[in-house]
């Protein structure tokens, strides 16, 4: 691509030195805008898109300086961010209309994409400790809507000060809308971006470019011919890479209060036997086995005459731990996923990140109809459950009530979300032959 070049308010010029994006590759150049938090935020497309970025900005006035990773930071960061995406935009348009074109797309399908306008929309949340954003993209853009950016509501960008901050690193806040718009018209598609939680800046960014990454990869995936069946399911190579490592973990434990043992096999057939005493609670890890597509044995002698706590606590520690270490280095997963479900009237999605990181938020209004218990458990158990699996599973999670409903609806609402987030998240990507999706090249530290 011939280079691009716009006039700066300093009477330097920026020019792109370099520019390129290849699918399933690795870029053979580096990032380097000469923003460093703005060249942070691109590799997330390297790890989490799986698109091989490469953007190189120049200034008459730095030309040498690459070592300087913000050296363009005083610059006009919207046109530098404009340069950046309208470029790096039709780079990707050009690998989605490949996709669209790929030989897994028959000529007719093709062509009546040409005529109709036919239109595809991918989906994604990232999920953040401290934050949550929500992702889409619509390629091409469905009648009505125009090429760019529509919804945006990431700010305000953290809470401290009250009005949001101005800059994560370098990088002003204020050019992140404009930066999608350009890279949605260059890549001839419709994004939305829209913060769901969120209180730290840095995390907001972060979480809107992996959401947008992940969504990125869907949609090429789909457009390829590659729904999620295809991608994850029973046949795929996905499920038989998953069989061959043989998955599988058990612990044994005994205290005062309870005896019990687990056995998981993360690739199982579904064989799923829950006896811990407390049968809603049964139900609930059943639930969330069943959907996750793995095979679970536990039982476990406790002191229910006491009460439910320290069965449904413990129990839900050891399942945890017994997930997390057959999951081992995580090395080689999808890592990542969006699901929901629904019971009765309630409807919960659940966005989870197997990400090393733990942390649950979620705003399930279970005292909604002034419930104790869901049949025999206690209703302050449930959060307690979710979070032990959660904290001992190492891993993010954000559920997030869609519809209300009654406690016991909602449980096992969550727990269905739960599990079907966990099936596609626990999925092997052999396109990522064993490496972690991270942009740190590791979740171990």
């Given at each position: ?418 599990g079907k987030a966990l099936r596609k998240c626990i999925a092997v990507d052999p396109r990522r032959a064993g490496a ?10």
């Amino acid at each position: 691509m011939a280079p691009s070049t716009i006039e700066m308010t300093t009477n330097a010029a920026l020019s792109i030195k370099h520019v390129s994006a290849y699918d399933l590759k690795k870029a053979t150049e580096k990032i380097n805008t000469g923003i460093g938090f703005f060249d942070h935020m691109l590799d997330q497309l390297n790890s989490h898109a799986q698109i091989g970025i490469a953007v190189q900005v120049t200034s008459d006035a730095a030309d040498n300086c690459f070592g300087d990773k913000n050296r363009h930071a005083s610059y006009d960061q919207k046109a530098l961010v404009e340069l950046v995406g309208n470029d790096l935009g039709r780079e990707l348009g050009d690998i989605l209309m490949g996709a669209s074109c790929s030989e897994t797309t028959t000529a007719d399908a093709v062509g009546k994409r040409k005529r109709d306008g036919d239109s595809t929309c991918s989906r994604f949340c990232c999920p953040l400790d401290e934050a949550l954003v929500e992702c889409t993209i619509t390629y091409p853009p469905a009648e009505g809507t125009s090429c760019g950016l529509g919804k945006f509501a990431l700010a305000p960008y953290g809470i401290f000060p009250k009005t949001g901050r101005s800059k994560v690193g370098h990088w002003k806040t204020d050019t992140v809308q404009h930066f999608f718009d350009c890279l949605g018209k260059g890549m001839g598609a419709h994004i939305t971006l829209n913060k769901l939680r969120g209180h730290n800046g840095h995390h907001i960014v972060e979480s809107a470019f992996k959401a947008f990454s992940r969504a990125l990869r869907n949609l090429i995936d789909i457009r390829k011919g590659k729904p999620e069946e295809v991608m994850w399911g029973a046949d795929s190579e996905s499920f038989q890479a998953g069989v061959a490592m043989k998955r599988e973990a058990s612990l044994a434990r005994k205290t005062k209060e309870t005896s019990i043992s687990v056995d998981l096999k993360l690739d199982g057939l579904g064989d799923v036997s829950v006896v811990s005493g407390v049968k809603a609670f049964d139900g609930l890890l059943t639930e969330i086995a069943l959907q996750s597509g793995m095979s679970l044995q536990v039982n476990c002698n406790g002191d229910l005459w006491v009460d439910d706590h320290h069965t449904t606590e413990d129990v839900s520690i050891a399942v945890g731990k017994v997930l997390n270490q057959a999951l081992g280095s995580k090395g080689g997963l999808n890592r990542m996923w969006t699901s929901s479900a629904t019971e009765g009237g309630a409807q919960v999605e659940v966005v989870m990140d197997l990400s090393n990181r733990p942390c649950l938020t979620h705003d399930l209004d279970l005292s909604l109809h002034n419930e104790e218990k869901v049949d025999d458990i206690s209703i302050e158990m449930i959060e307690h459950v979710f979070d032990s699996l959660v904290m001992n599973g190492q891993m993010t999670v954000h559920i997030v009530q869609l519809q209300a409903g009654k406690a016991g609806e909602l449980t096992t609402a969550a727990a269905r979300a739960f599990g079907k987030a966990l099936r596609k998240c626990i999925a092997v990507d052999p396109r990522r032959a064993g490496a972690t999706a991270s942009s740190k090249g590791t979740l171990s530290v």
